[in-house]
């Protein structure tokens, strides 16, 4: 008995110290791996540490299948601001050079171009006359134009990124057996193949996720009048002939497992027809800004042409003025009429309104 309470005492000592030898070896472990993982870290720039957290974030939410707008947006600014720090230096050296600053003024050249032909049709779209008889309303259309053409050059810029990007990933990997490292980077840049292609899916992520906000806000407008217009009209108004407002229970299906799910064709059809909608309304919401504009501000109370009570007038020419009157039947409760211009300038008596 004396024996075996021996051999059972020597039994947890044993125990004991292998348990406090692996205790020992696994805390040197996690101390040398934080150690490498730091001094990797202390190598990074402050981009390559933003994409860093933002890929972290996004795998802790594909992990644990966490659904956080707040998350998504942190993640989303991390990536902005890690490209933004990358790039803003190349910007500024093609700035500082002529030919440079000629191809940068000419992207917004033709920028503002489409931007002012955008707000002149939307101030005819309001009153029905050209925008050259309303020039403060022409340039309070551009104002309320910009968030559509900041997105727009947003992806446009995100999207010749994606094309340029893949060039740029194959001369890394082409020029590395020559001791070209990088390319437009200092020479304690590290990482630089690996950066340039986790730089490649977060641009394709950024643009992916720009796009469906701006859609889903409606700041994007889906022109009929373009191919891509075209087809997401008819697969709008394929999902408008299955009913897809139906009530979330009339569009489930069973699968295998007899579990109903929503298939991924109403899924699209949802979201295009809902971004449809969304540009339908925020185009509404312009309109409405610019009327209130134009009959508040740029309309004139009085006028030397004789025009109807309680309206306000525009005047396009010497014989030709615009009369606006509130009107809570029309769409933009006013009602726009171009009538001849009635004054004593051109032989006709003025009968006061």
């Known amino acids: 008995m004396a024996h075996h309470k021996l051999l059972t ?15 020992r070896r696994i805390f040197h472990d996690l101390q ?25 974030i996004a795998l802790a939410l594909l992990t644990l299948e966490i659904s956080s707008d707040f998350l998504q ?30 191809l940068v003024l000419f992207c917004y050249a033709v920028m503002a171009n489409f931007a002012l032909a955008s707000a002149s049709g939307l101030v005819n779209g309001v009153t029905g006359i050209t925008a050259d008889a309303l020039p403060y309303s022409h340039n309070f259309a551009i104002i309320l134009m910009l968030p559509s053409w900041f997105f727009v050059s ?16 194959i001369l890394l990997v082409l020029l590395k057996p020559f001791g070209v490292h990088g390319l437009w980077h200092p020479p304690d840049y590290k990482y630089v193949i ?8 977060w641009t394709l992520a950024l643009l992916i996720k720009i796009v469906a906000v701006s859609a889903q806000s409606g700041v994007l407008e889906f022109s009929d009048s373009s191919e891509v217009g075209e087809v997401i009209t008819q697969i709008a108004e394929q999902a408008e002939e299955v009913d897809i407002t139906a009530p979330p229970e009339q569009q489930l299906i069973n699968n295998d497992d007899g579990i109903e ?6 899924k699209i059809s949802q979201f295009i027809l809902e971004a449809k909608r969304n ?5 509404l919401r312009q309109k409405k800004l610019l009327a209130d504009f134009i ?27 615009l009369t606006i009157i509130k009107d809570d039947t029309a769409p933009l409760k006013y009602a726009y009429n171009v009538i001849p211009c009635r004054s004593p300038a051109i032989g006709h008596s003025l009968v006061q309104p």
């Open 9 to 23: 005492r020597k039994n947890k000592v044993q125990v004991l110290r292998f348990l406090l030898l692996a205790k």
């Open 32 to 56: 040398r791996v934080g150690r490498q993982l730091l001094c990797r870290w202390r190598t990074l720039n402050f981009a390559q540490r933003c994409y860093v957290a933002a890929t972290l």
């Open 73 to 102: 947006l942190v993640m989303f600014s991390l990536v902005l601001i890690g490209l933004v720090r990358e790039f803003w230096p190349r910007f500024m050296l093609v700035w500082d050079s002529l030919p440079g600053r000629a």
């Open 154 to 169: 947003t992806v446009l810029v995100l999207l010749c990124t994606q094309l340029l990007m893949p060039i740029y990933l």
């Open 194 to 201: 690996t950066t340039a292609f986790v730089r490649y899916i």
């Open 261 to 266: 799910v929503v298939s991924d064709d109403e």
């Open 279 to 283: 540009g339908d309304s925020f185009r």
């Open 295 to 321: 009959f508040v501000y740029e309309a004139d109370t009085y006028s030397r042409c004789e025009h109807p009570a309680a309206s306000k007038v525009v005047e396009i020419n010497d014989y030709e003025i």
